[in-house]
């Protein structure tokens, strides 16, 4: 063994630090425990060789505390050292001594480095001593406060619940202390580290100083840090009532902002009725608000009724919670039915089918025909409402709609209101049938007077419908237009003269359109142009314009 131990101590004192740190690991493997072999251990210790100084700080650990007892100044120098501090703290303890005696006396007035190091060691350290050194840096200046509790935030996996009790016994002795009764930053900070404990103590804790007679700082940051106590809240109902209450103070900022952000993921039981429905009345916004959310969940009779009168809120983020809200409400569909029809603006008629979509299966077939009937009504008046209440009507029933559009389009064109049946036709014309599209045309054609143009059909929204019956062969267009009294024989002869420059289909179509005006209206004025419109179009034509057709028949 001396041989070794001299080759070990020789290799330790070598330049190279390979060498040195081999010495090293070997002598902790062997739990050497010679005294020249320590010695040179020990001088291996520095901080400009962390690596070194761990594999040497491991062999005088296992050298035994007999033979390790002189490392211990050593090592307290090394503690608080950016590096090998915590590797030196926890040698210290093996050896006995604890973070409390290791680390220096004056850590908390060292360089920020050397500061953070050591109250990092202190930080995870179960014993209360070591706390109540943390606790003494509190008083000194904020940098250093925030050192400390980000060190004891950075450990608290690593303390043990036995250690945080006592923990929190030396914060709450702490906070009381007189000598912080002018220094609420002091109780601020210290505030700040118990929610770390997780646990109810510390929550209720934590909830002792919520109350109004509380300083407001303190205040503040116990409210502040209540966020991470959820499903504790949840579950103690007069914790939850005094936090709901809390709600009711006028300083938004330092008291209702941080009570809100607590109360934020939490349910409130139907029993918390009363308190919510009278914070719909808060002067703070975000607090109503909160409220409305809440009464989505608690339903009773007078929650809808209140929920529903909040869709003619001036608050937008009021009406639309409400009617988030109010998706949960069974009972609400009958009013919110009558609120549909009654509204007339398209930001109204947005919130209250946002309500009802919650509904789809409770609203009934009188409902259905209502909300029919109101939405083609807005479609005749051109209200904004239509916009949005069409659509969500249709969704619900797209035939039933389509019916009453057609039945409503159809005594506003035989009164002669063509822009008003065109409003209700235009809105069931995706999937109609040929009948409805040409009540269509019909209706847009009558609504503006046109004369015969070339070109004309370009853009002209009634003969593109028309020319698309052309060539539904199901569709009898040409008997169909012959037989409309609402055409004049200026109408006819427009519409043949439109359709003599299309193609083969639409040039047969204006020839016997041509025939028919002819035939029908004998010596006018307008049959004498029909017959020369038709001349020009046989001249040079295709074989089938020459030929006759049988009394204007295709």
């Given amino acids: 063994m001396p041989a070794i131990n001299k080759i070990l101590k020789v290799m330790l004192e070598s330049d190279a630090i390979d060498r040195r740190c081999a010495a090293a690991m070997v002598a902790a493997e062997a739990k050497l425990r010679d005294k020249s072999l320590v010695a040179a251990l020990i001088e291996a210790l520095s901080p400009d060789n962390p690596v070194l100084s761990k594999y040497a700080m491991e062999a005088i650990v296992a050298a035994g505390r007999a033979a390790a007892k002189r490392a211990i100044p050593r090592l307290r120098e090394l503690v608080g050292v950016a590096g090998v501090g915590e590797q030196a703290a926890e040698a210290l303890a093996v050896l006995g001594v604890s973070a409390a005696d290791a680390v220096p006396a004056d850590w908390a007035a060292r360089g920020v480095v050397e500061r953070r190091a050591a109250a990092a060691i202190l930080a995870q350290a179960p014993d209360a001593k070591a706390f109540d050194r943390l606790l003494e840096a509190f008083g000194a200046g904020a940098d250093v406060r925030g050192d400390v509790v980000e060190a004891v935030r950075s450990k608290a996996s690593r303390v043990p619940a036995k250690a945080w009790k006592s923990r929190l016994s030396a914060l709450k002795k702490f906070i009381a202390r007189k000598e912080w009764a002018e220094r609420p930053d002091v109780r601020e900070a210290a505030l700040s580290v118990v929610p770390l404990a997780g646990d109810s103590t510390a929550f209720q804790m934590l909830i002792d100083w919520v109350g109004p007679r509380t300083e407001a700082r303190l205040r503040r940051a116990a409210l502040s840090s209540l966020g991470r106590f959820h499903d504790l809240i949840a579950k103690n109902t007069r914790a939850l009532k005094a936090l709901v209450h809390t709600l009711e103070d006028s300083d938004f900022d330092g008291v209702v902002s941080p009570t809100l952000s607590a109360l934020f993921a939490v349910a409130v039981p139907k029993s918390f009725e009363k308190e919510m429905v009278k914070l719909l009345d808060s002067r703070h916004g975000p607090v109503r608000h909160f409220a409305i959310r809440r009464l989505g969940s608690i339903v009773s009779a007078k929650t809808t009724k209140r929920l529903v009168e909040l869709l003619a809120s001036d608050d937008p983020k009021a009406r639309e919670l409400a009617a988030e809200a109010l998706k949960n409400h069974p009972a609400a569909v009958d009013a919110l039915v009558a ?34 009937h109101r939405a083609l009504s807005a479609i005749e008046a051109n209200d904004a409402a239509a916009e949005v209440l069409v659509p969500w009507v249709r969704s619900l029933n797209h035939a039933a709609f389509r019916s009453l559009a057609t039945l409503g389009a159809e005594k506003h064109r035989r009164a002669g209101r063509y822009r008003e049946a065109a409003r209700l036709l235009s809105q069931v014309l995706r999937d109609a049938d040929a ?24 853009g002209d929204a009634a003969l593109r419908t028309l020319s698309e019956l052309l060539y539904d062969r199901k569709f009898e267009a040409l008997r169909a237009i012959r037989g409309e009294r609402a055409l004049t024989p200026i109408d006819l002869f427009t519409i043949a003269f439109a359709f003599s420059d299309g193609g083969s289909e639409e040039r047969l179509f204006a020839r016997d359109l041509l025939k028919h005006i002819v035939k029908k209206f004998g010596r006018s004025k307008v049959a004498k142009h029909a017959k020369n419109k038709l001349k020009l179009l046989t001249q040079n034509a295709p074989k089938e314009l020459t030929e006759e057709a049988a009394d204007g028949d295709l």
């Fill in 339 to 372: 609120r549909l029809v009654a509204v007339k603006d398209k930001s109204g008629a947005e919130v209250v089918t946002t309500a009802l979509s919650g509904h789809h299966d409770r609203i009934k077939k009188a409902h259905i025909e209502k909300l029919s």
């Fill in 435 to 458: 009948k409805t599209k040409f009540a269509y045309f019909l209706c847009d054609w009558k609504m503006t007077p046109r004369s015969p143009v070339i070109g004309m059909r370009m």
